[in-house]
């Protein structure tokens, strides 16, 4: 059974993407709460009634979910998956589950870490598999009556979890085995899931009085329908949105290759000439080069407020569940939600990462106002006799790019053809950690874009699966993330390697040419990738502490490294060829990306220190919150918002990260692990970037740990000290007070 909290909406176990445009990227990992009291004694027994009952017998036998994995390296049979199957599979995993766990409490034996703790974390492994398939695909591959399976789904599965986390005697089990911790001589690892499991039922409302636990109850099992359907509404809002333009004019000065792919978008749907839609692919060239404002501020307003006051508004639902967080917090003793989430993180308290995300303000907000002006300034010399707004934004910043550096996106995206791009990554895996990955079609996938290959170490022993999900479509949520079907683990003497998959929504190939990347895209791959190598290293004995089973400002460190060798001119020689010509990509022209690593670096930092603001502000909150939600938004960001606000713009009710996606009280965790990366890579570049002593350090001490020790324990380690705060300025080009 994983410990983390029990089943949220999101998925079982997914690592959100790259810092874009929040709302656009998330993931969460997950385990709630729900509905009625009830001890160990008929834990066994719940009515877990879900619609439709119990399949006979014959047709459970028949149900893909619930049999052996038949795919090469046990992988799930996608190819015969219904949604149908999923109703059933649920409720018999559930009884399952609840079996296993009550065998546990009623173990008439003294507690033990082995028959109490280690029960517990391989207990409803079913459950597990299934969720993970289920949730994920529900984020990457969905369609009505998935979601509506999951509005079902959840409750039940929320209150599973409470029904554990709340039993008496399990905890008293748990306890006594914690209490006894000094003398049972342990080793690090399972100390650490013994520590986790505790403070995992402590968190969940163990200790409370019977009143309360069921408030906890009640409080969980609404945060959970909310969060579900927060993500729903952001999905539908994001594609009921669609700008058909008829006139070649409005298209004219689009790249070729954006032509194309909003001819194609517009052709699937029935349509003439053009479909500009509000997924990055399509949204983002739109917004860099059209020059055309009117059109650009209806896409601007369209995606900036997503979910306020439409017909799938949210605001209602983010004031309800920051005032249900705080309850919970309350109810469990923490003053705000923040201080609950914290516990558990680097950070540790609110008070330390406010001070950090001022400390990350006050260094940067001159040179990011400096970086707008610079803008601004350009647009006025080039003509432009009005005031910038934030639509315009994008499409000056880039003019201003080129005639800088004299580099146009345009000229990079034929030397990085998605499949050089992956080429890439997989070399840059093999030098430094001696990986291979091999396509095999014969892997079973959920969708016909998706693409599966085999892991391999050094020395041939096969590591893990991954899928690769590239491009969007209707039934998938914006952005990008690493996920996983199955983590790493070993259980009664056989490791089972993890099925790891990386979603993303890249620009799709035409019937003129392939999948071009924008140098953004090549770094988002790079980032999940860096994720991917978390969960496929892994190297531990318990799912609870594999892979990206680890704090939320600590997890981005593995992913954010990997962005740095992205404007490495030695990385871009082995893979960057054009795609029709072979053409190895041109030493100016990787010195231009060299060059620009920096632009607008200022800014960009402040946009993300704004999120991390807006999050924390939310959850500091010490009442429910009065007033407009925009409001409260805007006053949270201060003098981090650089461009002009303008009325009716919304981010919190996009904003999927920090209401469905598991980042609640975290979002500042990209900032914090930007610190560990920037001082991370800086020894790379001291000693060489493939450096293998350098690599094999960072393998061992971080991706094959996951959470099996303190990061900071692991970080110190691999570093031989603790981070310098000093290599991320340094890198931005910020210079030291």
Not at 114 to 122: I, S
Request: net charge negative; with cysteine; aromatic share 12%.
């Amino acid at each position: 059974m994983a410990f983390y909290p029990p089943y949220t909406a999101a998925l079982g176990s997914a690592v959100s993407g790259m810092n874009a445009p929040a709302g656009e990227q998330d993931g969460s990992t997950g385990i709630s709460s729900a509905s009625s009291t009830r001890s160990s004694t008929d834990i066994a027994s719940p009515d877990d009634s879900i619609s439709g009952g119990l399949l006979p017998c014959d047709s459970l036998s028949c149900n893909p979910l619930l049999q052996r994995w038949p795919g090469p390296h046990a992988t799930p049979a996608f190819d015969r998956i219904r949604n149908e199957h999923y109703l059933p599979a649920f409720r018999h995993a559930l009884r399952e589950a609840r079996a296993e766990v009550a065998a546990i409490a009623g173990n008439p034996g003294e507690p033990t870490f082995a028959n109490t703790v280690e029960a517990l974390e391989f207990s409803g492994r079913r459950l597990d598999d299934i969720g993970n398939i289920f949730f994920n695909l529900n984020e990457a591959c969905t369609d009505d009556e998935m979601q509506r399976i999951a509005l079902e789904v959840s409750p039940l599965l929320t209150a599973f979890g409470n029904d554990i986390s709340l039993d008496p005697v399990l905890f008293a089990r748990v306890r006594a085995v914690y209490d006894n911790r000094d003398s049972l001589e342990l080793t690090v690892e399972q100390t650490r899931l013994l520590e986790k499991t505790y403070k995992w039922f402590t968190r969940g409302g163990a200790a409370l009085e019977e009143a309360d636990k069921e408030t906890f109850r009640a409080l969980t099992a609404e945060l959970s329908q909310l969060s579900l359907q927060f993500t729903q509404n952001v999905l539908a809002a994001t594609n009921a949105f669609v700008l058909h333009l008829t006139d070649p004019g409005q298209v004219d000065e689009l790249p070729a290759s954006v032509r194309d792919g909003a001819a194609a978008e517009a052709r699937e749907r029935g349509l003439d000439g053009w479909v500009i839609t509000l997924q990055a692919p399509s949204m983002v060239p739109f917004m860099t080069y059209s020059s055309d404002r009117k059109l650009k501020e209806r896409l601007w307003r369209a995606y900036n407020s997503r979910c306020y006051g439409d017909a799938y508004d949210n605001t209602e639902i983010v004031t309800r569940i920051v005032a249900l967080r705080l309850r919970l917090a309350n109810l469990l003793g923490y003053p705000t939600y923040a201080d609950y989430v914290l516990e558990e993180r680097m950070a540790r308290t609110p008070q330390r990462v406010r001070e950090f995300l001022d400390e990350l303000l006050e260094r940067a907000i001159v040179p990011a106002r400096g970086d707008v002006r610079e803008v601004v300034d350009f647009a006025r010399s080039a003509g432009a006799a009005y005031e910038l707004m934030p639509w315009d934004y994008g499409y000056w910043q880039e003019r201003l790019k080129r005639a800088r550096y004299t580099l146009d996106e345009e000229q990079l995206k034929p030397y990085f053809r998605l499949e050089n791009v992956q080429h890439g990554a997989f070399l840059l895996a093999g030098k430094l950690y001696g990986l291979t990955f091999h396509e095999n079609p014969d892997i079973p996938v959920y969708h016909p874009d998706v693409r599966a290959f085999e892991v391999c170490d050094g020395d041939g022993t096969f590591l893990a699966v991954l899928y690769m999900d590239y491009f969007p479509r209707a039934s998938k949520r914006g952005g990008a993330w690493m996920t996983e079907f199955r983590p790493q683990y070993v259980e009664q003497g056989c490791e089972i390697r993890p099925l790891i998959s990386i979603v993303c929504n890249f620009t799709k190939p035409t019937d003129r040419q392939p999948s071009l990347l924008t140098f953004n895209e090549v770094t988002t791959l790079l980032h999940e990738f860096g994720h991917a190598l978390h969960g496929m290293l892994a190297c531990g004995r318990y799912p609870a502490l594999t892979g990206t089973n680890v704090y939320r400002d600590f997890v981005e460190l593995p992913s954010q490294l990997m962005e740095n060798w992205a404007t490495e001119k030695e990385f871009l020689d082995l893979w960057a060829v054009h795609y029709r010509t072979g053409e190895k990509i041109p030493a100016d022209l990787v010195q231009k990306i060299v060059d620009a690593k920096n632009f607008q670096a200022a800014y960009l930092h402040i946009r993300q220190v704004s999120f991390g603001l807006s999050d924390m502000a939310w959850h500091t909150v010490t009442a429910p919150v009065e007033g407009g939600v925009a409001e409260f938004e805007r006053r949270a960001i201060g003098k981090a918002q650089l461009l002009p606000y303008v009325a009716g713009q919304c981010m919190a009710t996009a904003f999927g990260h920090i209401f469905s996606g598991g980042y609640a009280a975290g979002y500042y965790g990209y900032k914090w692990a930007e610190v560990l990366d920037a001082d991370a890579f800086s020894l790379f570049r001291e000693r060489g970037i493939f450096n293998p002593d350098v690599a094999e350090a960072f393998r061992t001490n971080i991706l094959e740990k996951g959470g099996a020790e303190h990061p900071m324990t692991l970080y110190v380690r691999f570093r031989g000290r603790e981070p310098d705060s000093r290599a991320l300025f340094e890198r931005m080009g910020i210079r030291d007070k």
